[in-house]
């Protein structure tokens, strides 16, 4: 079966134990793992999406109002804007990790949180003009989905900022070791991915329902 | 946004109240008496020999991942039991409850059989909801936890610490579900819920919370399982351990998890919405406003059926060291095992469709899901081709291991060729809701629970360093074999005759027969966990007897039969250099089974942590208050969870450091526990002429430094 | 083992972080989304080549920020993460696009004919 068992063996030069293993890469192992997280994440909104497109019939909406009635394209294209200079800041936080500097880092989070900020800022604005509107997830069954998959991401956002918090105390605590390095990976990874689920919630919910 | 919730709700204790608790019920009220007694007892046992510094210590910090996986395994045994308890009651109620007229036994209220409808409901849906999830799956899960990083010779699992926590919130889940027995309900809409009985409306009561944040728990828990599998086997393999040398049972892990990685955030998705219906008043899944109902369905076996594959590849692997092992041969057609592993992962994929054939969606999406749902069948019967071939003139040891994966084998041609039946939508529209359906999966998951069995008495040896009794083990097996033929053949009977799943009264006399014969059936079974029971007794009394060595089996073939056993904590005192798929066997037929590593280096160990438990135990809380809408202790639990795995991210795990020379002390001392003589090879007095290729005693040929003589081929 | 040997900063993943991609995959992203929403809120195109438009935006968008961002590509440190994601896609597909598939055929033949609605071909 196995090539192995045909070739004769000399017993003196058989390896048996690893003498040169130095172990794994604990800053890879970690965001590697970070990533399939991610992506069952993103399994999560493939699922809020499927719900989504089956409550996004025009009987869906029962007797309510529609998404054409209640989005704002320029609003919500604002919100996309301070979403995606968000996460160019943190992406400038992480080049500046590659020279070490702290400064750059931390000036990086800060402004990322900012405009993450701006971003749930915006959202909770234009959640309280739709409710006043009476547009509310118990009106009707699409409703509900609009809210889920747009909420949920706003959630995720929400959960990004606490720990840039956690990860800025933690520079400038602890400075750049392996475990600080590793979840300032895994935050980019988290903060683009975010970016890009907002891409289609915003094309194909906001947009795509502004439309029809 | 809350919905108002009927009856009465207090700020403080939300729904909670003492008429929640079902103190006047005659079988819950006693059970309860007995579990608090047991409890005591249990903690008074700890107290008096003085344990509880050694449990908390060794067990419930621990971060091994043999420990997890054990913890795992007990978890799921317990919930096995308690799922058989409630098939149990099952089969009493419908052979009491069968026949026209009023035929109950005049207890709590019920008309026919001793048990309500409300109750029989409650009982179906935990019967099914924990042998799925809260016993098959911990089982697999802790197979695995305990295999997998042997078998690739790694020290321990990617993220130790994220190990203890998939455990504990497992652990969660479990106490929830047992703790709706004795607070308030269960719900009583199947273990998968129907839309739209599980709304408010329909269902007031607490049970269908129960069956949300118990489903949640355990989605979460495997979920972080799911990642350090992956990433333990990507990323910890030892040196020489390349993707064709991977054991079969790591493949089918590996495979497992990318389905449990990929599909329970649909599961969670779907149990999401159902709370947002009950918690917020959204319409989903509600049959007016523009909700659909078939939505929760869908969503739900989208992760069902996937599910289904999760647990059965695992079961398949276990099937592939087992009859190797006992066949003395390598598996036969390795590459096709594999591709047949993933074939079914990815098909499983695109099956789901057929648990809800009768919606109504038509012939063309039938067509596809039927069509798919059939190809199943093909990496399938490559796979039991496999193990045939493996066994075709191989030397077959009937050891107990050996006999329950054959009997996994048996129970997979029944349960595939009726399942084969079933993904045919014209009988599926006969059968749909059948009992035959119900007979049919559990033929599937009876091959799983015999391959755990097997996988168990298997692997035993390697973990604790002696191995079951073989007399008992194959008594079990007998019984159990015996209770699931005479529970299950009349099953698919009743289906074809037409009863209906879940009825509570089955009101056809003409089954009556029927049903007595299934309830002698469980009564073989009570009689198999009895001896499952005297098995673990009298392995533990004779122990002394059985102690093994590193290849506990004589025939063991992959690389976790290398260490010792029982495997010590650092599980290899030196990284083992892989020369070969089945590298246990492949030692041995070079004469190196004896060889030990004669340096050791300092190695990095993982510390123990509080933490896991304490965030599981919060879990629980969030579960429990989220159930009873006790909104303080909720958002409590919650912000203080965050705080916990903020301060836990802060102190890390800076680990220790064993060095050489300890490491040398420790290696002689567990080699000092094991016996002699340690290869036990079954043949031992075979002289058929073919045996060299597996015999022991080849260590002299490596202190005289000749290759030893190329083995000859059984094949 | 080797744990903590070595600096972090040295790491690779840590080195392969850069400014001009990260700006190029803003750009890119940037000017699709205000490509879609201008044309979408000046309803410039027929319903359904608008749709196409817009999907065509979003999946142009999504694949500069995988590469760009998510470093997405088949080098040596990324090549898992990029295995993973391709393991995915196909199922983030069969999730969405069966589901729906499935439901246009059932409300095709079971709900009242709506004027306007989708799946009434």
């Known amino acids: ?212 | 946004m809350l919905v108002n919730v009927p009856g009465p709700w207090s700020p403080l204790l939300g729904r909670l109240a003492l008429s929640e608790i079902p103190y006047t019920n005659p079988i819950l009220a006693p059970l309860f008496v007995v579990i608090v007694l047991a409890g005591l007892a249990l903690i008074a046992a700890i107290t008096y020999y003085g344990k509880w510094g050694y449990l908390w210590k060794e067990w419930l910090t621990t971060v091994d991942h043999k420990k997890l996986g054990v913890m795992y395994i007990i978890l799921g045994l317990i919930m096995l039991f308690r799922g058989f308890i409630d098939g149990l009651m099952m089969r009493t109620q419908q052979m009491l409850g069968d026949g026209p007229g009023d035929n109950g036994l005049k207890v709590m209220g019920a008309i026919h059989g001793y048990l309500t409808p409300f109750h029989f409901g409650q009982i179906y849906s935990a019967h099914g909801l924990i042998m799925i999830l809260l016993a098959a799956t911990p089982l697999l899960v802790g197979i695995m936890n305990i295999i997998v990083p042997l078998q690739i010779g790694a020290r321990d699992m990617a993220y130790p610490y994220l190990n203890a926590l998939g455990l504990w919130i497992t652990a969660a889940a479990v106490v929830l579900i047992m703790a709706s027995l004795f607070v308030g309900d269960f719900s009583h809409n199947g273990w998968f819920g129907y839309a739209p009985i599980f709304e408010m409306a329909y269902s007031p009561g607490v049970g269908v919370d129960y069956w949300i944040w118990t489903l949640e728990l355990v989605a979460l828990g495997t979920t972080l399982g799911s990642i350090n599998f992956l990433a333990t086997v990507v990323k910890m393999r030892a040196p020489g351990m390349t993707w064709g040398r991977l054991p079969i049972f790591t493949w089918s892990a590996v495979s497992a998890n990318i389905i449990a990685l990929t599909s329970f955030p649909c599961l969670q998705v779907a149990l999401a919405l159902v709370g947002a219906d009950r918690y917020l008043g959204t319409h989903f899944f509600t049959a007016g406003f523009g909700g659909n109902l078939m939505l929760y369905t869908n969503l739900f076996w989208l992760w069902g059926h996937p599910e289904v594959y999760f647990v059965i590849l695992p079961a398949f692997g276990m099937i592939s060291e087992i009859i190797p092992a006992f066949s003395e041969k390598p598996i036969f057609g390795y590459t096709a095992m594999v591709l047949a592993t993933f074939a079914i992962a990815g098909v499983s994929w695109i099956v789901w469709l057929h648990h809800f054939f009768t919606m109504g969606m038509g012939p063309y999406v039938s067509t596809e899901f039927s069509v798919a749902t059939m190809l199943v069948g093909i990496p399938t019967g490559v796979k039991v081709f496999n193990w045939t071939f493996t066994m075709y003139r191989g030397r077959l040891t009937y050891t107990s291991a050996m006999h329950w994966a054959l009997g996994a084998l048996f129970l997979l041609l029944v349960g595939g060729l009726t399942g084969m039946m079933l993904s045919i939508p014209a009988i599926n529209y006969m059968v749909h809701n059948s009992v035959f359906v119900v007979a049919h999966f559990h033929m599937m998951l009876l091959c799983i629970v015999y391959a755990v069995f097997g996988a168990v008495i298997f692997w035993f040896p390697k973990v604790f360093g002696y191995k079951l009794n073989e007399y008992w083990g194959k008594m079990m097996f007998w019984l159990f074999s015996a209770g699931t033929v005479l529970v299950f053949l009349p099953m698919f009977m009743l289906g074809f005759m037409g009863e209906t799943r879940r009825l509570d009264w089955p009101f056809n006399p003409h089954w009556a027969t029927m049903f007595d014969i299934q309830e002698v059936g469980i009564a073989v079974y009570v009689l198999s966990v009895f001896a499952f029971l005297w098995m673990i007794y009298v392995s533990i009394r004779d122990r002394a007897q059985h102690r093994v060595g590193a290849d506990a089996w004589g025939t063991s073939r992959s690389l976790e039969w290398l260490t010792d056993s029982p495997v010590p904590f650092y599980n290899y005192a030196m990284v083992p250099h892989v020369n070969a798929r089945d590298e246990a066997a492949w030692r041995r037929e070079h004469g190196f089974s004896e060889a030990r590593p004669d340096h050791f280096k300092a190695i990095h160990m993982p510390n123990n942590t509080g933490v896991a438990i304490l965030i599981g135990a919060l879990t629980f809380v969030i579960g429990f208050a989220l159930t009873w809408r006790i909104w303080w202790l909720t958002v409590a639990a919650l912000i203080i969870t965050v705080l916990v795995m903020i301060y836990r991210s802060g102190t890390g795990d800076p680990g220790y450091v064993i060095s050489a020379e300890e490491m040398e002390k420790l290696d002689r001392d567990s080699r000092q526990k094991m016996p002699e003589d340690h290869i036990q090879h079954p043949h031992g007095d075979f002289t058929g002429g073919t045996v060299t290729a597996y015999s022991a005693g080849a260590a002299d040929s490596l202190t005289q430094g000749t290759p030893p003589s190329r083995p000859q081929r059984l094949s | ?121």
């Not at chain 1, 909420?151 to 933690?170: C, K």
Request: one cysteine or more; a neutral charge; glycine letters at 8%.
């Open chain 1, 1 to 212: 079966m196995s090539s192995a068992h045909d070739k004769p063996i000399d017993p003196n030069k058989v390896v048996l134990w690893s003498d040169d293993y130095e172990g794994h890469d604990p800053i890879s192992t970690r965001t590697f793992g970070f990533w399939m997280y991610i992506l069952s994440d993103g399994m999560l909104f493939a699922t809020l999406f499927a719900a989504y497109g089956v409550l996004s019939y025009s009987h869906s909406y029962y007797t309510g109002p529609i998404p054409a009635q209640f989005v704002a394209p320029w609003y919500t294209f604002i919100q996309t804007m301070a979403l995606f200079l968000s996460v160019l800041a943190y992406g400038f936080s992480m080049t500046a990790l590659k020279t070490g500097s702290k400064a750059g880092v931390i000036n990086g989070i800060i402004a990322s949180m900012i405009l993450g900020a701006v971003f749930i800022g915006l959202d909770i604005h234009d959640v309280l003009r739709m409710l006043s509107m009476g547009v509310t997830p118990e009106v009707s069954g699409g409703l509900s989905a609009f809210y889920a998959l747009t909420q949920v991401h706003a959630a995720h956002i929400f959960v990004g900022m606490i720990w840039m918090l956690v990860m800025l105390y933690q520079v400038l605590r602890k400075g750049f070791t392996e475990d600080v390095v590793g979840r300032l990976i895994s935050l980019r990874m988290f903060w683009q991915f975010q970016a890009v689920m907002w891409v289609f919630i915003y094309v194909f919910v906001y947009l795509w329902g502004y439309m029809s």
């Open chain 3, 1 to 121: 083992m080797s744990h903590g040997h070595s600096n972090p900063i040295e790491h690779p993943e840590v080195q392969m972080a850069s400014k001009g991609s990260y700006l190029t995959g803003f750009i890119v992203a940037s000017l699709l989304m205000l490509a879609a929403t201008i044309l979408v809120s000046g309803k410039m195109l027929p319903s359904f080549a608008l749709l196409l438009t817009i999907m065509g935006c979003a999946g142009l968008a999504v694949i500069a920020q995988v590469y760009f961002l998510l470093h997405i590509d088949i080098s040596q440190h990324n090549i898992w993460n990029t295995v993973a994601l391709v393991m995915f896609i196909p199922l983030f597909v069969i999730t969405i696009g069966l589901t729906w598939w499935m439901f246009s055929q059932l409300y095709m033949r079971t709900m009242p004919m709506i004027p306007g609605m989708p799946g009434m071909h």
